[in-house]
């Protein structure tokens, strides 16, 4: 492996307003994502294909070994006379966001799965150790606890998290941290 902190093999980081992307250490961005403007990801977080992540007129912060699948789109919720502040868009770390997931001026607390083709909108909380059902959607302003299954449209509290489901979370953060290391390692063996 190289010396260098990132392996990016990608050209879709874009400027916007002069205000770049910032990215942590070992990062893996697929070729065909887009992100776009102030956004910062944490360290060892992948972005896979097709997912955009544009933080134009708010700004996008995003943990630690977070794993952004196929197809999502992540963005914000501009500040206007409807909504003074905004709403910028959260992950905290060891966040799994599923394929086809849009998440909207919202934040995420640590250690969430949200399933595919779920829609998290602005200002809705989504607090630690919690796991959204595929093809859920969460209302604008809504807050789910710590500690539970969320499903259905719009999520209604389905159970606590089984202690199984809680050790899945640094599961699955870990598998895609391993997963982006070996596409990182495979574009270096191409490179050389």
Partial sequence: MSSEPNKIYSTAIRS???????????????????????????????????????????????????SIQDGSVLHITH?????????????????????????????????????????IMDGAIVEDEVIIGAGSLVPPGKRLESGHLYVGSPVKKARPLKEKERNFFPYTAGNYVKLKDEYLAEAEDQNS
């Fill in 16 to 66: 916007h307003k002069g205000i770049s992307p910032s990215l942590g250490q070992r990062v893996m961005i697929d070729p065909s994502a887009v992100i776009i403007g102030d956004v910062v990801l944490g360290d060892d977080c992948s972005v896979w294909p097709c997912a955009v992540i544009r933080g134009d007129m708010h700004s996008i912060r995003i943990g630690d070994r977070c």
């Fill in 79 to 119: 500040a206007s006379d409807f909504n003074p502040g905004g709403w910028p868009l959260t992950l905290g770390d060891d966040v799994t966001v599923g394929h086809s997931v849009n998440l909207h001026g919202c934040t995420l607390g640590s250690r969430i799965l949200v399933g595919v083709g779920s829609t």
